[in-house]
């Protein structure tokens, strides 16, 4: 069997990958919990499987998504990662056909030309070489954007570039260099032998014309040999064990397995399958309108893959999920934030240089241990009114926007709805804040706190007019009530047409809360309502798409002069069509938004507040006339 | 160069560019004095009385009105800049309706906004019927008569300070200086029209900075019983009789107050005037973190700008009494006169 030394680092490299990557797996599946192993197993002979190799082609290879956000970018990593399986695939069947025999070990796929100097000059051989030649130029274009983006990230219209760290820039030297020197390589051999095709061929005989090519070609075959090797070697340690993570991480997902919230197996994956794309950087408003741009969600990732504290990013994040929806490797970072803020300040650990490639134990987050709750003794059985059918929850945050209760009054007064208002009085926070805060076992008391007045009212449906507490009446209480938004009832009244309204035939934007929308996932609702009684119009930002408005509770770090200077930009992307109303559905977003300057000609309006003012018994003239006279008085 | 040769222009005829105005103008310098109202005065015209003295405010409109009853000042109503053109420290200058020529040096005096009380929404401006801010409390004074939207007396008022300032939660950091005064001497105001009333202020600190102030603070309290209270109002609602619901903490009894009034009195706070600000681009000059118009000094140079000839006076670089808008006004006159005769 033919054999040369060059080969060794290779050989090295390869099974050592291969070790590590099915080692790595092994633990992964290890650590998991007991129902996620099962999920998992189950899924190995069922339709997640398939659809796994479906996707594992689309986004880990062709990079669809990435394609979708930047075409140039998607580019770029679809010809280094399809082009090199393809180079990868189509060797191995080189090899096996035309090669002495069949069954060959990798490295004759790989080195195959060093073997066959002389193969592929005429027939089927000859086209399959120039199918190769074609496949080691599309990956060199790719490496060529790469380099430049490097360089000049402004190339690819990405703002900005992960930084590096020391074995990432080794490992991307040596990544640079493996296919530049495939390329000298075989061109240098078939100038040797007159073989090859349009590339290696033409560039050959060029070479060979002023250089001795035999000689020339055998250090650059070790040089191919040794960046290939050492690419391997270091790629635990590196980005680019997000190949492999992001693989397994489509089977995890496809399997029904979920981060939930505590560190596992399943947040291990989804960190190591981040590929520093960057693209989390761009749509991150912290960056973008508050210069703030060390904790978006690449850097939080890349923090903890080095095991640094990252709990001061943790906590400096609105929350506001933009990038998790842009995420093309579809990382829940916000769950994984969420288990760091709860986790607390860790204490401080030192790492090991073994760390990168034997971080195998779960670091689990401790529970301190502490506990607040004597804090909460102030908390008395709320008293309630039994049996209404729809018992109203304003929240917190809408007793500091009381336009919105008002509205809401007037909407279940018109539509005949025996209604209690819960928290008239001033409520009992939901518990959210908290939550975000990371503080779970205080949460629980003001949950317990609310559930039971809820459960004492005996109402069968639960109406809230702030999404904060939406989400968490939704995700952390246990009630047996339907709990709904306000947008969400008041589109349920259209509909069953206990609420008729006039057409206010006035222009309105609406704007999208993030725990609404990509929180909650309702986006129609709220639209239906508007599109019922106004001009409903479109602004850059709709859906899963919409900006935060920078008020979140979330962040715990900001500055407040940086909220402002993200809400003006906010403000001014979403009034660019001059509307008469900027809605939203949150009285958050509504407060924010009252940071900034507005158009003159535009208000802001929680969605309630327009529907009150459509209500057919009261003329939409007599409410606004009512403002208007105030507001003269003021404006001198 | 005679001083009649050079011209001078000033942007907003409220108190600062009137007083300035009429410095300039006995000086013998060309005045051309632009007001978007239509009367000059500005904001004084809507007071009904001064602290500390309680002096009518019509007094001090009247000196106003004299200071720029000269030859050389040509007052312009009802008027707005609109063009600016800045080469080798003059400026050429247009307004919409006219062309006014080279000016030598330019004052800007363009004056405060209130804070619009509508943007702290859980104070209920504009929400509930009651519910109203210093401003148009002045105009009951003018009016004779206070009164609740059901015509009714109140007998119980509150009082919020600073509802715009010294509240990160809007933006704005700043004190505005005067409110806590105008708290005081509104709170004996209403006190002189409805001797009955209690009235309370919920305040953060007392900031009784000027002359005799404190006494009027002392004399609220001694001779009208007024109430203070130390907190900040967190939210208003209105109960089933329309009455005020007041929710506060008392800090300094470390405890929640739940309180109804008939009447609340939002303190609104001073920010540069948007008038103001829309100069910014035309003239290349700088706001500070406050969004007043950043002074070249804050100690001997509070009159100027970063531009050569453009000079600041009045409540466009600072919340400032009228007292204290006099005197910069007046600084203004001079830093002008000594810059013309040196250019
Ligand atoms: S978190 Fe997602 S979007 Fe951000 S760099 Fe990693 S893979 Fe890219
Ligand atoms: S959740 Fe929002 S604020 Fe936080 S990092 Fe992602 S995009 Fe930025
Ligand atoms: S003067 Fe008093 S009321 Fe006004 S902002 Fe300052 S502290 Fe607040």
């Known amino acids: ?636 | 160069m005679h001083n009649k040769e050079k011209h001078i222009v000033i942007i907003g005829g409220g108190t600062a560019g009137c007083v300035a105005a009429g410095r300039l103008a006995r000086e013998g310098y060309r005045i051309s004095l632009i007001e978007k109202d239509k009367k000059p005065g500005g904001k004084i015209n809507n007071w009904y009385q001064l602290f500390p003295d309680r002096r009518r405010s019509v007094e001090v409109t009247d000196y106003i009105n004299k200071e720029i009853d000269h030859p050389l000042i040509d007052l312009m109503t009802g008027t707005e800049l609109d063009k600016v053109k800045y080469k080798n420290g003059k400026f050429s200058i247009s307004t919409g309706k006219s062309d006014l020529g080279q000016a030598d040096a330019v004052l800007i005096a363009t004056g405060f906004d209130l804070f619009d009380a509508t943007r702290k929404e859980e104070y209920g401006y504009g929400i509930y019927d009651n519910v109203i801010t210093s401003l148009d409390l002045e105009n009951m004074f003018h009016s004779g008569d206070i009164l609740t939207t059901k015509e009714e007396i109140p007998k119980r008022v509150g009082i919020v300070h600073c509802v715009g300032s010294r509240d990160e939660k809007v933006g704005n950091f700043h004190c505005s200086k005067v409110c806590c005064v105008t708290a005081v001497k509104q709170a004996i105001e209403i006190k002189e029209h409805i001797p009955d009333s209690e009235v309370f202020c919920f305040y953060m600190d007392m900031r009784m900075f000027g002359p005799y102030y404190e006494e009027l603070y002392r004399e609220s309290q001694e001779k009208w019983v007024v109430n203070y209270i130390r907190g900040k109002v967190s939210e208003v609602s209105e109960n089933i009789e329309g009455r005020l619901v007041i929710k506060a903490e008392d800090t300094l009894l470390g405890k929640p107050i739940r309180m109804e009034v008939d009447m609340l009195v939002l303190m609104v706070g001073m920010q540069n005037a948007k008038a103001g600000l829309n100069l910014q681009d035309k003239f290349g000059i700088q706001t500070g973190v406050n969004g007043f118009f950043r002074i070249r000094d804050n100690h001997y140079g509070n009159n100027l700008s970063n531009v050569d000839g453009l000079f600041y006076a009045g409540t466009c670089t600072a919340p400032m009494n009228i007292t204290d808008t006099i005197s910069h006004a007046r600084a203004a006159a001079v830093e002008i006169t000594e810059y013309l005769s040196k250019n």
């Open chain 1, 1 to 636: 069997m033919p054999f040369n030394p060059f080969v060794i680092p290779f050989n090295i490299g390869l099974y050592f990958i291969i070790l590590y990557v099915v080692a790595r797996g092994v633990v992964w599946f290890r650590d998991l919990p007991r129902t996620d192993k099962l999920r998992m197993q189950r899924g190995f002979f069922g339709r997640p499987f398939i659809l796994s190799i479906k996707e594992i082609f689309m986004e880990g290879l062709i990079h669809r998504k990435i394609f979708k956000v930047n075409p140039v970018l998607g580019y770029m990593h679809m010809s280094l990662a399809f082009g090199w399986f393809l180079l990868i695939l189509l060797g191995t069947i080189e090899a096996d056909i035309f090669g002495e025999k069949h069954l060959n070990p990798p490295y004759k796929a790989i080195f195959f030309r060093f073997f066959n100097p002389d193969h592929g000059t005429a027939g089927l051989a000859k086209h399959y070489g120039f199918l190769m030649d074609l496949i080691l130029a599309l990956i060199l274009s790719g490496l060529l954007i790469a380099i430049i983006k490097r360089f000049w990230s402004g190339i690819v219209g990405m703002k900005r570039t992960a930084n590096l760290k020391f074995l990432d820039k080794v490992a991307l030297t040596s990544l640079w260099l493996i296919f530049p020197s495939r390329l000298l390589a075989e061109s240098f051999t078939c100038g040797a032998y007159g073989s090859g095709s349009f590339l290696t061929g033409s560039l050959g005989t060029a070479l060979a014309g002023f250089l001795p090519a035999e000689i020339m070609a055998y250090p650059f075959w070790w040089l191919y040999s040794l960046s290939l090797g050492t690419f391997f070697i270091l790629l635990p340690r590196t980005r680019y064990m997000h190949i492999p993570s992001e693989m397994f991480l489509i089977f995890m997902r496809n399997s029904g397995v979920r981060i939930g919230d505590q560190y596992g197996s399943c947040a291990d994956v989804q960190i190591h399958a981040c590929s520093s794309c960057g693209i989390c950087l761009n749509v991150c408003q912290l960056s973008t309108s508050a210069d703030i741009t060390n904790i978006q969600a690449a850097y939080f990732v890349k923090g903890l893959k080095r095991e640094d504290d990252v709990f001061d990013i943790a906590l400096n994040c609105l929350m506001c999920g933009r990038c998790d929806e842009a995420c093309p490797v579809g990382i829940e970072l916000g769950p994984l934030r969420m288990i760091h803020r709860r986790a607390g300040d860790p204490p401080k650990d030192t790492m090991s240089i073994w760390s990168g490639y034997l971080r195998l134990r779960n670091q689990n987050i401790q529970d301190n241990g502490e506990s607040h709750i004597t804090a909460f003794q102030y908390l008395k059985p709320q008293p309630v009114k039994k049996g209404p059918e729809v018992l109203y929850f304003a929240g917190c945050m809408t007793h500091l926007t009381p336009g919105i209760p008002i509205a809401m009054r007037k909407i279940f007064e018109a539509a005949g709805i025996d209604f209690d208002f819960m928290d008239k009085d001033g409520s009992v926070c939901c518990g959210r804040p908290l939550t975000l805060a990371g503080k779970d076992r205080e949460a629980r008391e003001l949950i317990r706190n609310n559930s039971d007045a809820i459960w004492r009212s005996g109402a069968k449906t639960l109406v809230t007019s702030c999404p904060i507490c939406y989400k968490i009446f939704m995700e952390s209480y246990h009630l047996d009530v339907e709990v709904l938004h306000h947008s969400q009832y008041i589109n349920r009244l259209i509909e069953e047409e206990k609420l008729k309204l006039n057409f206010l035939n006035k222009s309105v934007i609406y704007h999208d809360p993030c725990e609404l929308g990509r929180g909650s996932g309702i986006y129609s609702e709220p639209r239906r309502v508007l599109i019922h009684i106004s001009r409903l119009g479109k602004s850059n930002h709709e859906k899963e798409d919409a900006l935060c408005c920078g008020g979140s509770l979330a962040n715990l770090k900001i500055d407040r002069r940086k909220i402002t200077d993200i809400v003006s930009d906010v403000v001014e992307e979403l009034t660019l069509s001059n509307p008469d109303y900027l809605a939203t559905a949150c009285p958050l977003c509504k407060k924010t938004f009252g940071k900034a300057d507005i158009k003159a000609g535009s208000e802001i309006k929680d969605i309630a507040e327009i529907v009150a003012m459509a209500i057919v018994s009261e003329p939409p003239e007599a409410i606004e006339l009512k403002k208007r006279t105030k507001l003269e008085k003021v404006s001198l």
